[in-house]
Structure formats: structure tokens, C-alpha cells
């Protein structure tokens, strides 16, 4: 069945990019409203932006989407991945500001407050998007595909020169909690090479070693370390969800990203539902339900949150 929350959550943090203090409060929704965001400072124009890949009109380094009145939110996919992988499937996001908070740069903070909120079912069946064929989209040197699949499936490869990071893979089920187990606590991570070149373009101005995994060839400069070894290729199965829930529904299918980001994902679901044959809606059977993200889970489940 569909989930909301069972009363509103408030969170506070620091826009990454931006290095704005941003407060976001999560709302409880009604059946078949879908995830929406409401820009609580804007008076004068409109003030509701969807959560839809079709409103995405930036994907350098982060998600952003805009209304046609060009009210925008950025940085959403971590929040979108928290949602996915939690089960929420109606809620609107509260936001005083134009990016999501950073938090600690993965997605833990997020799930804790909603899981231990609570959701709550409501009285209609969840729709899902059932993959039926292939859909590849491929640029430079990536290469990213959903593929039909029972249940949602990310299958992830990085490559980067940087020894501290190096060639990682990763392929996880994301059905039952799998997210929330092994993907939510991972943090966005940069080379500290590029950090002076981003900063001089008015971007990651919030960043510090507090919110993101810091590299510099085969070094970790954060003084903890990786959370797991191989947490750089995890934070891109993280994103992966959290931009692949801007389809509106959860997916039943196999994704498979090489090298892939923000854009790869978002040019994948525009060719996903601009191919014929290639998907379909599906009313979710209670036997369905326990393939998707986030069914049968709870604050009890995870106790390190």
C-alpha cells in the first residue's frame, strides 16, 4: 500500500553548493499526491516544484529542478534516495531556500528522522514502473541501461586515477532495507584537486570535511576515513536511487551505470518513457509490495540509527 509519514519531520543543515543555511520540513500527503516541493520563501510566483525527471534543469554535480515560473530546488537526490529507499510514497518537502541541506553528505540523517517518525499505509495499492525492455543511453564514456528485472536491481562500476579510489563495482537488490543497510550512511566525495576549481565557479562553498569525503591521490583527508572501502562507488548507487525516484513511482527493473551521474540517470528515464513498449504501470499484488525499496522496515530494524 502507499506510505506517508505519520506526522511532519524538520530537518536543518547547509546548502553543499550554495553555503546557505536551509531548513526543510517534510509534510504528510494524501493518497496518489506523489513527492512535491514547496518553496515556503517564495511569495510572489509559484511556489510548487515536482519531484519529476521532466522538471530537472541542471545535472553539474547535483540535481536540480525549476517550475515554469523558475522557482527551483538543488541537491535533491539525497533526500530523494531517503524517500525511495524508506518507502515514502507521498509527501511534500518544506524548503525555505533554493538547495536541500547537505547533512553530513549521505542520506542517514534523512532516514533516521523518518524512520523513526514512522510511516503510516494508506487506502490505495502502490504504482510501479515495470521495465519491459532494454533502454540504453550512452555519452563520452559512459554508458547506463535499465533492463527488465523483478524487482529494482543498481548495478554500479567507477574508474578514477585517484588510488585512494580507484576501479570499484558494486550490484545490490534494493528490495527489504537494502538502502537503508548498505547504501545510506555513504557520503559524496571529491578530489581535493578539484575542490579550488568548484569554489571558484560558486559551487561547493558549503563543503568541508564535515559533508564530504575529501581525496588527494591515494590519500583520504578526512581523518576517519572511509566509512567501508569501497563507500565512493556506494554514494553513486545512492544518487542513482534517489534520481531514478524522479520518475514519479518506484522501478522495477535493472539499472547497470558505468561511469554514470546525475545527467546519465535523468537522460535515461526521458528515453525509458519516450520509447514504446519499452515500460508499463503496474498495480503492485501484496506479494509485489516486497520488492520494492523500503517495504517492511523500521527504526527497530537498523539500531545503529
Given at each position: 500500500?502507499?506510505?506517508?509519514?505519520?506526522?511532519?519531520?524538520?530537518?536543518r543543515g547547509t546548502g553543499l553548493?550554495?553555503?546557505?543555511?536551509?531548513?526543510?520540513?517534510?509534510?504528510?500527503?494524501?493518497?496518489?499526491?506523489?513527492?512535491?516541493?514547496?518553496?515556503?520563501?517564495?511569495?510572489?510566483?509559484?511556489q510548487v516544484i515536482p519531484a519529476?525527471?521532466?522538471?530537472?534543469?541542471?545535472?553539474?554535480?547535483?540535481?536540480?529542478?525549476?517550475?515554469?515560473?523558475?522557482?527551483?530546488?538543488?541537491?535533491?537526490?539525497?533526500?530523494?534516495?531517503?524517500?525511495?529507499?524508506?518507502?515514502?510514497?507521498?509527501?511534500?518537502?518544506?524548503?525555505?531556500?533554493?538547495?536541500?541541506?547537505?547533512?553530513?553528505?549521505?542520506?542517514?540523517?534523512?532516514?533516521?528522522?523518518?524512520?523513526?517518525?514512522?510511516?503510516?499505509?494508506?487506502?490505495?495499492?502502490?504504482?510501479?514502473?515495470?521495465?519491459?525492455?532494454?533502454?540504453?543511453?550512452?555519452?563520452?564514456?559512459?554508458?547506463?541501461?535499465?533492463?527488465?528485472?523483478?524487482?529494482?536491481?543498481?548495478?554500479?562500476?567507477?574508474?578514477?586515477?585517484?588510488?585512494?579510489?580507484?576501479?570499484?563495482?558494486?550490484?545490490?537488490?534494493?528490495?527489504?532495507?537494502?538502502?537503508?543497510?548498505?547504501?545510506?550512511?555513504?557520503?559524496?566525495?571529491?578530489?581535493?584537486?578539484?575542490?579550488?576549481?568548484?569554489?571558484?565557479?560558486?559551487?561547493?562553498?558549503?563543503?568541508?570535511?564535515?559533508?564530504?569525503?575529501?581525496?588527494?591521490?591515494?590519500?583520504?583527508?578526512?581523518?576517519e576515513g572511509f566509512r567501508r572501502?569501497?563507500?565512493?562507488?556506494?554514494?553513486?548507487?545512492?544518487?542513482?536511487?534517489?534520481?531514478?525516484?524522479?520518475?514519479?513511482?518506484?522501478?522495477?527493473?535493472?539499472?547497470?551505470?558505468?561511469?554514470?551521474?546525475?545527467?546519465?540517470?535523468?537522460?535515461?528515464?526521458?528515453?525509458?518513457?519516450?520509447?514504446?513498449?519499452?515500460?508499463?504501470?503496474?498495480?503492485?499484488?501484496?506479494?509485489?509490495?516486497?520488492?520494492?525499496?523500503?517495504?517492511?522496515?523500521?527504526?527497530?530494524?537498523?539500531?545503529?540509527?
Amino acid at each position: 500500500m502507499q506510505k506517508t509519514l505519520k506526522s511532519p519531520v524538520t530537518l536543518r543543515g547547509t546548502g553543499l553548493h550554495s553555503g546557505k543555511p536551509a531548513n526543510l520540513r517534510l509534510v504528510p500527503a494524501g493518497v496518489g499526491h506523489g513527492i512535491v516541493f514547496h518553496r515556503v520563501d517564495i511569495t510572489d510566483r509559484d511556489q510548487v516544484i515536482p519531484a519529476n525527471y521532466l522538471a530537472v534543469n541542471d545535472t553539474q554535480l547535483c540535481t536540480r529542478v525549476s517550475n515554469d515560473d523558475g522557482v527551483e530546488v538543488s541537491t535533491i537526490e539525497h533526500l530523494m534516495a531517503a524517500l525511495a529507499g524508506t518507502g515514502v510514497n507521498n509527501a511534500v518537502i518544506e524548503i525555505d531556500g533554493p538547495e536541500v541541506p547537505i547533512m553530513d553528505g549521505s542520506a542517514i540523517s534523512f532516514v533516521r528522522e523518518i524512520l523513526n517518525t514512522g510511516l503510516i499505509e494508506q487506502n490505495a495499492p502502490v504504482r510501479a514502473i515495470r521495465v519491459l525492455r532494454d533502454v540504453t543511453v550512452t555519452f563520452d564514456d559512459v554508458v547506463v541501461t535499465l533492463s527488465p528485472a523483478d524487482n529494482l536491481e543498481i548495478d554500479f562500476s567507477i574508474d578514477f586515477s585517484d588510488r585512494a579510489i580507484g576501479e570499484q563495482h558494486k550490484k545490490l537488490n534494493m528490495a527489504n532495507g537494502t538502502f537503508v543497510r548498505e547504501l545510506s550512511d555513504c557520503r559524496t566525495f571529491v578530489r581535493r584537486n578539484d575542490v579550488e576549481m568548484l569554489q571558484a565557479n560558486g559551487l561547493a562553498l558549503g563543503g568541508s570535511l564535515d559533508n564530504a569525503i575529501v581525496v588527494d591521490q591515494d590519500k583520504v583527508l578526512n581523518p576517519e576515513g572511509f566509512r567501508r572501502a569501497d563507500e565512493c562507488v556506494r554514494h553513486k548507487m545512492l544518487d542513482a536511487l534517489g534520481d531514478l525516484y524522479l520518475a514519479g513511482a518506484p522501478i522495477l527493473g535493472r539499472y547497470v551505470g558505468n561511469r554514470a551521474g546525475h545527467r546519465a540517470t535523468n537522460e535515461l528515464l526521458r528515453a525509458l518513457f519516450a520509447t514504446d513498449g519499452a515500460w508499463e504501470w503496474v498495480t503492485c499484488s501484496p506479494e509485489q509490495d516486497h520488492d520494492l525499496p523500503g517495504t517492511d522496515i523500521k527504526s527497530s530494524d537498523f539500531p545503529t540509527l
